[in-house]
């Protein structure tokens, strides 16, 4: 026999044992080994099919988290926007509420009013309501707030109209410090062009004066009724016998966060015949009964 031939049928006999051979409870030796081989490739390939399956699956549940919170930013929005919106729809239902209750304690008529503009040359001395000429508006007929004197009336158009805030360093009113006919701290009072102050003069530097004392419309103008309230005092300059008070005073309205105002239907007081016939300076010297010197 020739060597190739003894191997090969050592090779084959050795093959025949090998299959033929059993472990422990009777599996074949080859089919032991067989199942460790394809163990041995199926688990590396089980694995890196588990994590790309898991990174898939992960990547899809991250996205839909994002998604999720997307909505839940946009939902926390629009509930933002709903509250803001209900906030401002109580402070106005507040401020009208305030403005009727001034309607109904005024002894004028009152016509409530929105601020839709500022003059941007003068933004916080002179605003434009909603009101015009065809809601009875008229020139100089006082504005007010449920806190106090906001200004007049300067300019009307048939559906808008102007107001100078006290605050215009060109207005100017009658005032007393405390209730009329209990004091005798009479001064004028005019704008600063500040936007929480104006300043009341002339007022005797004999009379004492103390921040925090509150001061209101006298009528002496003509155009503005008694009694408004015109705001507090925060700051005394004294005077003296011979110099009067320089009075520093916080408006009572809030004239630089208002939105609604309230315009006050006031008329002059027509003035008797013999006191429009005079000349200004005449009219504190001359009794309607005196004649012409």
Same mark, same amino acid.
């Given at each position: ?156 158009? =048939?559906?808008?109209?102007? #107001?100078?805030? %006290?605050?215009?360093?060109? !207005? &100017?009113?009658?005032? $007393?410090?405390?209730? +009329? ?43 503005? =009724?008694?009694?408004?309230? #015109?705001?507090? %005092?925060?700051?005394?300059? !004294? &005077?003296?016998?011979? $110099?009067?008070?320089? +009075? ?43 004649? =012409?010197?």
């Amino acid at each position: 026999m020739t060597p190739w031939l003894v191997i090969f049928l050592l090779l084959g006999n050795f093959i025949l044992m090998v299959f033929n051979a059993r472990v422990e409870g009777g599996e074949r030796v080859i089919k032991v080994w067989a199942l460790t081989v394809a163990d041995f490739v199926q688990s590396p390939v089980t694995t890196i099919s588990s994590s790309v399956s898991n990174y898939f699956i992960s990547f899809a549940e991250l996205r839909s988290a994002q998604d999720e919170n997307t909505q839940l930013k946009e939902r926390v929005q629009e509930l933002e926007v709903e509250i803001k919106g209900r906030s401002d729809l109580e402070a106005e239902n507040e401020r009208l509420r305030q403005l009727l209750d001034l309607k109904e304690k005024s002894k004028y008529r009152v016509l409530t009013a929105r601020i839709i503009g500022r003059d941007p040359s003068a933004w916080f001395n002179s605003a434009v309501i909603n009101r015009g000429s065809l809601d009875g508006v008229a020139l100089n007929m006082p504005v007010v707030t449920d806190g106090g004197l906001v200004g007049r009336i300067t300019a009307v158009g =048939p559906l808008t109209a102007q #107001v100078d805030l %006290i605050t215009h360093d060109k !207005s &100017g009113l009658g005032a $007393v410090i405390g209730e +009329i006919g209990n004091s005798n701290a009479l001064g004028v009072v005019s704008g600063t062009g500040k936007t929480d102050l104006v300043e009341m003069r002339y007022v005797s530097g004999s009379i004492e004066v103390q921040p925090g004392q509150v001061v209101f419309t006298t009528g002496q103008d003509g155009i503005y =009724p008694d009694g408004l309230k #015109v705001g507090e %005092i925060v700051e005394v300059i !004294s &005077g003296s016998a011979t $110099v009067p008070h320089r +009075i520093f005073i916080r408006p009572a309205a809030g004239l630089g966060s208002m939105q609604e105002v309230g315009i006050l239907l006031y008329e002059q007081p027509q003035k008797p015949d013999f006191e429009r016939s005079l000349a200004p300076g005449e009219r504190t010297t001359r009794r309607p009964d005196s004649s =012409p010197q």
